[in-house]
């Protein structure tokens, strides 16, 4: 049974500061992985995709790399801002299983960037 | 170019009450999935809607059912409430499974 662990699960950080969040999972056999972010009370809001054949993918001031073989994916933020501020999630789609729809997630990682 | 959407946006029940909960796709998404969030937890998978057939399920009992519309919409009931169901629903819409899904706000319950 795939598992998704994201370390830590809260992070604060003065504004300015350059960062990162992990993610780790038990069955490399992935069809991808995705990086979200939520907002206090809110939905998710996607980020970055990566497929398993990919090593990394890139939006703005997000980073987003994955090793397969290892089971990590890492999401770099590059020179945080306050509006960074909210939980981050790493969700991974499995490659067998009856549903092609079944996001596995993690617990998530609460950032929080002061000013 | 309309987002996710669903309703209500917060419900209170009483236990033992039976819920439905709305959730209209993004326009050109064929593909409807539905997730439980407890607070502080990962959203879990309860199952997903293909062109209005259930097309996977999650580990969750018969009491939660869901429709899929011919516009593609859709709803999630669950039947006699109990406690534990108090959480965050997100309904998330794809034009296939495994493309990136977009996530509408959430209806937030909660049984008392």
């Known amino acids: 049974k795939q598992e998704v662990t994201q370390i830590p699960a809260a992070l604060s950080v003065p504004e300015g500061e350059n960062l990162v969040l992990n993610c780790s999972f038990t069955d490399s056999a992935i069809y991808n992985l995705q990086w979200f972010r939520q907002d206090p009370g809110k939905g998710l809001t996607s980020l970055l995709l990566i497929q398993s054949s990919q090593r990394e993918q890139t939006s703005g001031r997000l980073n987003a790399s994955l090793d397969k073989s290892s089971g990590r994916s890492t999401l770099y933020i590059a020179a945080s801002q306050p509006g960074d501020s909210a939980t981050y999630l790493c969700?991974?789609?499995?490659?067998?299983?009856?549903?092609?729809?079944?996001?596995?997630f993690g617990k998530g990682t609460k950032l929080s960037v002061k000013p | 170019e309309t987002g996710v959407t669903q309703s209500p946006t917060h419900l209170i029940k009483t236990r033992g009450q039976q819920v439905t909960l709305r959730c209209s796709s993004q326009s050109g998404h064929n593909t409807v999935s539905w997730y439980q969030q407890a607070l502080g937890q990962g959203p879990q998978f309860i199952f997903q809607?293909?062109?209005?057939?259930?097309?996977g399920r999650g580990n969750f009992p018969p009491r939660f059912s869901g429709l899929q519309f011919p516009n593609y919409s859709s709803e999630l009931n669950v039947n006699a409430l109990e406690l534990d169901d108090s959480a965050l629903y997100l309904c998330?819409?794809?034009?296939?499974?495994?493309?990136?899904?977009?996530f509408g706000p959430g209806t937030r319950l909660l049984v008392l």
């Open positions: 809607y293909y062109r209005e057939e259930e097309n």
């Open positions: 998330a819409s794809s034009r296939q499974g495994r493309e990136t899904q977009y």
């Open positions: 969700a991974v789609y499995m490659n067998y299983g009856g549903s092609q729809g079944n996001l596995i």
